[in-house]
């Protein structure tokens, strides 16, 4: 048996001394981190100590600091929501002082003197109110808008008129929630509440830039993009219209698809799809809506051969940019223009014919007559709303037909007799009883009787009907009213006369004396804003002039004021008591966050304390290993 010799290798001085170095070094590193997690308090000090744990830090600490914007915009909504609450009960406090002085003063035992000086209270209390309605917190009008900067509510000779838009305030309180912190002072206040809505689709021509988001569609649904499937009866193909912004891309995604020879042009209000006479033509949807929005689906068997598919109507909606000679189908509107009273002021209102709707718009809106016009909410057509309270809004021709045509004449052959009088209406006399007797200037009577009438056309037509064409009824071409014009030729006097105790003669504006062989009657069909003001202000002047009847209808309207502003103020206790609870739920979120964070980035005292220390004793350790094995004689510099 052969004994193998052992190899022994010599350990260099120079490695062992590295060694040594490199265990000491690595011991005095992993003693400074300690040191510094125990000195911040922190186990994370830069990003490469613990990429993941890192990357997850900045996360959360973005999240705490996103919150941190969602909860300082819920505290100024709170603070802001709060001064409204206590503001709407100064209100109707208010409105109740006025309600009770109203209610003091309907008994017959009440003197005239007793009322004027009430009149003087409701004054004071009316004067109050106009202050509040201009309050501000923080900078900001309460009951103003979006904006801020405009104050709400302002005072002139026909009545209190306000400035804002109705876009209240609001912002983000988490990452899907827009919530309105202010009170629409219009809807609070009852501005804008006389509205003149436009009774005429004022249906835009159809054009290739039409953009699709400015149609209703076939199905008043707008239009749905997608794929449709297009077929002559021979070829078929899949054509993807979901590019597409505006008419003029669809027909041209169309005709690309070359679909045998099937073209795709705009007609009328809709698209027509036309082949040769050989091709059936054939479209349906894929999967969606998108060929019966744009009206051009057609039966699964075709349109058959030869026919052309000739879309229904996509119903382009008026917006801004249409050209005022694109309306009514491409018929345009009278240039005459329109004149616009609204309580001592009148002006005469005009536009460019080659202008567009937005001209139109601000024609009327900068005329300083207290009044906002705007294209209506299904896009078809024009509103005209009175933001003054107090005045009575009347819209007429300027000797054309220009109110008419674009529906906004408030005096008008469709209008309901319900409408006029501040909607009291046209009281009758009823059951085939005379309302009232015109005397022709030749001595000619005729009784006319208005059971059964409920527009002003049928107006016009009992009166031709019962005079024979002696005295024609018409509307005035310009301003508003009913026009009477007597064609007899006679040397008397032309007169309308009440007859059983009916009302019907002057509120229809008919008691006017002649001129000439002419009654112009006056225009009774004035649209008003009945809010706060314009019911307090009623309420004054009933008082001043001792009527009874006046006192009551504005003890009415008060009242419904006050049951407004009531629901207000529970709307905005509902959303303040939604803002506590979202606080709460966000508090409980960054404590929940917070602790996650802090098990992440914190350090843990009694586990680095107690690693500092093994550390400290490994290091120790190290110098003295070191020492003893560096300890070099002379003798380890001998071979």
Same mark, same amino acid.
């Given at each position: ?112 003197? @007793?009322?004027?000086? +009430? ?25 103003? %808008? ?30 899907? /929630? ?5 009170? %629409? ?7 804008? /509440?006389?509205?003149?809505? #436009? ?22 649904? #707008? ?72 009206? =051009? ?5 075709? @349109? ?38 609204? #309580? ?19 024609? =009327? ?7 906002? +016009? ?88 009992? =009166? ?39 009302? +019907? ?17 006056? %225009? ?34 008060? /009242?419904? %004021? ?15 008591? @939604? ?61």
């Amino acid at each position: 048996m052969s004994v193998l010799p052992v190899g022994l290798s010599r350990v260099s001085n120079l490695l062992q001394s590295e060694a040594t170095t490199q265990s000491v070094d690595g011991l005095q590193s992993q003693l400074a981190t300690v040191e510094q997690q125990l000195s911040t308090g922190l186990a994370i000090s830069q990003p490469s100590d613990n990429p993941a744990a890192a990357s997850m830090i900045m996360q959360l600490n973005q999240t705490l600091n996103v919150r941190q914007t969602y909860a300082s915009n819920m505290n100024s909504a709170s603070s802001m929501l709060g001064e409204t609450d206590s503001t709407l009960g100064d209100l109707t406090t208010l409105l109740q002082q006025a309600q009770t002085t109203a209610s003091a003063n309907v008994g017959t035992g009440v003197t005239a003197s @007793e009322r004027n000086s +009430a009149a003087t209270v409701v004054q004071s209390v009316y004067n109050q109110i106009l202050s509040i309605a201009n309050q501000t917190y923080n900078g900001q009008y309460l009951f103003g %808008d979006d904006g801020g900067q405009t104050q709400p509510f302002t005072e002139s000779a026909n009545g209190v008129l306000y400035n804002g838009t109705g876009q209240t305030l609001s912002n983000l309180d988490d990452d899907n /929630t827009l919530l309105s912190y202010q009170v %629409d002072g219009a809807t609070l206040f009852g501005s804008l /509440t006389g509205q003149v809505a #436009g009774a005429t689709d004022l249906a835009p021509t159809l054009s290739a830039t039409t953009r699709l988001t400015d149609v209703s569609g076939a199905q008043n649904q #707008g239009v749905r993009l997608g794929s449709v499937q297009i077929s002559d009866g021979t070829v078929t193909k899949t054509v993807d219209l979901s590019s597409a912004s505006s008419v003029g891309d669809v027909v041209n995604l169309i005709n690309n698809a070359a679909v045998g020879s099937i073209t795709a042009s705009v007609s009328g209000n809709g698209i027509t799809l036309t082949g040769t006479g050989s091709e059936n033509i054939t479209v349906t949807d894929v999967g969606g809506t998108t060929a019966a929005d744009l009206g =051009i689906a057609t039966p699964s068997t075709g @349109e058959g051969t030869g026919n052309p598919d000739v879309g229904s109507s996509i119903n382009p909606k008026v917006t801004l940019l249409t050209p005022v000679a694109d309306l009514r189908g491409g018929a345009g509107i009278d240039n005459s223009g329109i004149i616009i009273t609204n #309580g001592q002021s009148t002006k005469t209102i005009t536009w460019s014919p080659t202008g567009t709707v937005q001209d139109v718009l601000n024609a =009327i809106n900068g005329a300083g007559l207290g009044v906002t +016009a705007q294209i209506n909410s299904a896009g078809t057509g024009i509103n005209v709303l009175n933001a003054t309270q107090g005045t009575d809004l009347q819209i007429g021709e300027n000797g054309g037909s220009t109110a008419t045509e674009l529906g906004i004449r408030t005096f008008d052959t469709n209008t309901p007799l319900t409408q006029l009088n501040d909607g009291n209406g046209v009281q009758t006399a009823g059951a085939s009883t005379p309302d009232f007797q015109i005397t022709a200037s030749n001595g000619s009577t005729f009784n006319v009787t208005l059971n059964g009438a409920a527009t002003v056309q049928d107006v016009l037509t009992d =009166i031709n009907t019962a005079t024979g064409g002696a005295v024609t009824a018409t509307l005035a071409t310009t301003g508003n009213g009913i026009v009477l014009t007597d064609t007899t030729g006679g040397g008397g006097t032309l007169t309308v006369t009440p007859e059983n105790n009916s009302t +019907a003669a002057s509120e229809l504006g008919l008691t006017a004396a002649a001129s000439g062989n002419t009654i112009t009657g006056t %225009d009774t069909s004035g649209v008003a804003s009945n809010g706060i003001f314009a019911n307090l202000s009623k309420l004054v002047t009933a008082l001043q002039t001792n009527d009874i009847d006046g006192i009551t209808a504005a003890s009415q309207g008060i /009242t419904n %004021d006050m049951q407004r502003v009531s629901q207000t103020q529970g709307q905005t206790g509902a959303i303040e008591q @939604e803002l506590q609870e979202r606080q709460t739920q966000l508090t409980q979120e960054n404590e929940t966050t917070q602790s996650f964070l802090s098990q992440l980035q914190d350090t843990n005292m009694t586990q680095a304390i107690t690693q500092y220390q093994q550390l400290q004793t490994a290091l120790e350790a190290s110098y003295e290993t070191a020492s003893r094995s560096l300890g070099l004689s002379l003798l380890d510099f001998l071979d």
